[in-house]
């Protein structure tokens, strides 16, 4: 192989580009003639390596992580791998079967920072050694001509969007999609600012402020907060009754009267994008304090990014209502066993007192006027218990006619009074209960110590019921 002719070659393609992409498909094409190896040239591209130009294969990596595969290796490394057997290499990628050498260089800028990496794979026999220092030559050629031509090719703002969405499909809590929503459309709009307001025209809230320390947006919020509720409503109102809109940015147009808090915070350009439904959505709002001039292409991106943001939340908000039905009883809509369990293991030995509760002659109720007539009775008991116990004792119901209440007390006989007014609660309803109190002893498992309170609530069934029973410390 004559490595001087394969340089001369690349190199005068090279010199013919007149972009960053095409010196590096010009640079594979130019190597592809003087070997059967697959190349592939990936640049940086934000956090990732994508592929902008390769000769044909099977498939082809369109981005990788900065550091997965050899390629990402010697992108974050800097450092050329030359492996002549890819089976012994942990972080190979296979893009074809039949491949048993790579080598993998990086591609610098004259200021000998990496922007890319050049990689050939064979899948026969192949002296790598010469190949390496030609690879790097052509490598290191090509980084000066990349750098010459404005550098790596940056990111389509589609690109941007679907980046970004990734984000959003990954956020943990509503706060977080709000984050990466208007993080998200600042930086695909190239507006310096996004807001973003949820909850519907009856209830709309400006969303918590974004990480960036932009002063418009400061300003932003605070003439909405001074402009209160019903202006907010107008604008999410008007976002969704006309949908999608946005100014020229230009001199001598009044803008209307909804957005007249945003004007006042310095705001002259303006993309307004309805999310989610009219009733319970909200509007996006990306602004800038400069005189600029949207186009459609971007408020399509917006609308994409409001409806993927709109997802994000409702997936959330879904997730959350499931978990609350998960720990919730569907009948009182109180706690049952799941969070019970989780709650008498922090009991407090001495402090935590557990009260047993269960309905006196609730059996005869069902037998006499139905199941129906007997959640109408066990619903109002709960309402009545809740009532009867002070903030943050916590009520649950562990099963048909049996609930436990969790409270925290100084002394035994401050959870006997309470036992004693849920008691009198019970009575109000026509009802009685029958109520066993029991405080954990040191050392003691939650189990034992609802066990001692079941105890105690049966000796007050053995002596009449309608009563409390403290068990013995």
């Not at 907010?232 to 100014?247: P, S």
């Not at 709960?382 to 100084?410: K, M």
Request: aromatic residues 4%.
């Amino acid at each position: 192989m004559d490595h001087q002719r394969v340089s001369r070659d690349v190199t005068v393609r090279l010199s013919m580009a007149s972009s960053a992409p095409e010196a590096c498909r010009w640079t594979v094409t130019a190597l592809s003639r003087h070997t059967p190896a697959t190349i592939s040239v990936l640049l940086e591209a934000h956090d990732r390596l994508r592929c902008v130009a390769a000769t044909g294969a099977w498939q082809v990596f369109a981005t990788v992580p900065a550091r997965t595969g050899i390629v990402g290796r010697v992108y974050a490394t800097g450092v050329a791998a030359v492996i002549p057997d890819v089976t012994v290499d942990p972080d190979y990628l296979p893009v074809r079967p039949d491949v048993t050498a790579e080598l993998c260089v990086p591609v610098r800028d004259p200021a000998g920072r990496v922007i890319g990496v050049l990689d050939l794979q064979w899948s026969g026999p192949v002296d790598l050694e010469p190949w390496r220092a030609t690879a790097q030559r052509l490598a290191a050629r090509l980084g000066a001509r990349i750098t010459a031509l404005g550098g790596p090719p940056s990111e389509s703002r589609s690109e941007k969007l679907l980046r970004h969405a990734a984000a959003l499909s990954a956020a943990s809590t509503e706060e977080a999609v709000i984050g990466a929503a208007t993080c998200a459309a600042r930086e695909v709009s190239t507006l310096s600012t996004a807001v973003l307001l949820i909850g519907g025209p009856q209830s709309a809230q400006v969303g918590p402020p974004s990480p960036a320390d932009c002063e418009l947006e400061a300003r932003i919020r605070a003439e909405l907060a001074e402009a209160g509720p019903e202006a907010l409503g107008r604008i999410v109102d008007r976002a969704h009754r006309y949908g999608a809109g946005y100014t020229l940015g230009e001199a001598g147009h009044p803008p209307t009267e909804d957005y007249r808090p945003l004007t006042r915070a310095g705001v002259r350009t303006l993309i307004a994008v309805p999310i989610g439904p009219p009733d319970a959505g909200g509007a996006l709002l990306v602004a800038d304090d400069r005189a600029l001039l949207p186009d459609p292409t971007t408020v399509s991106l917006m609308e994409l990014l409001a409806g993927q943001a709109w997802t994000s939340l409702d997936r959330l908000r879904t997730l959350a209502r499931l978990r609350e039905q998960a720990s919730s009883d569907p009948l009182t809509g109180l706690r049952h066993t799941g969070p019970f369990g989780q709650r008498i293991a922090a009991a407090t030995p001495g402090r935590t007192a557990l009260l047993a509760i269960d309905v006196d002659g609730f059996k005869t109720v069902n037998d006499t006027y139905g199941h129906q007539a007997g959640d109408q009775v066990l619903v109002g008991l709960a309402r009545a218990l809740e009532g009867a116990l002070r903030h943050g004792d916590e009520l649950y119901r562990i099963g048909g006619d049996e609930f436990v209440a969790v409270i925290e007390v100084s002394r035994p006989e401050e959870a006997v009074r309470i036992a004693e007014r849920l008691a009198e609660a019970a009575r109000r309803t026509g009802r009685t209960i029958s109520v066993g109190v029991a405080l954990p002893r040191p050392g003691e498992s939650p189990d034992r110590t609802l066990r001692r309170a079941d105890q105690a609530l049966y000796k007050v069934k053995r002596q009449g019921r309608d009563g409390v029973h403290l068990a013995a410390a």
